[in-house]
């Protein structure tokens, strides 16, 4: 899952991006990832989310209790921030 966009903290942006987690997670519990992907049956889900800018504090929030919530579905959640220019400090 792909989060291209700058967190601004705002509910529409957090519901979209839980709508979009309901919708991982329906996929992979009703059986739709092992009939699309049989290789994958039985294997431990996972489910990626890649941002292009480091999470902010409500979003921080939300991804914690959805990694918490997986966990009991025994699905791993990981975050991944991509495209991060290195700060440097001014001297």
């Known amino acids: 899952m792909n989060e291209p966009n700058e967190w601004d903290s705002s509910d529409d942006q957090l519901l979209a991006l839980q709508e979009r987690f309901n919708a ?3 996929f992979v519990l ?3 990832m092992a009939e699309a992907h049989p290789e994958l049956a039985g294997k431990p ?5 890649r941002c292009a800018h480091m999470p902010d ?3 921080l929030e939300l991804l914690g209790l959805i990694h918490d919530q997986l966990a009991f579905q025994e ?7 991509r ?3 290195p700060t440097t400090k001014s001297e």
Request: no cysteine; glycine share 4%; net charge negative.
């Open 24 to 26: 991982y997670v329906s």
């Open 30 to 32: 009703d059986g739709e």
């Open 45 to 49: 889900a996972r489910i990626e989310l």
């Open 57 to 59: 504090t409500r979003a």
């Open 75 to 81: 699905i791993k959640l990981e975050v991944v921030v």
């Open 83 to 85: 495209n991060q220019e």
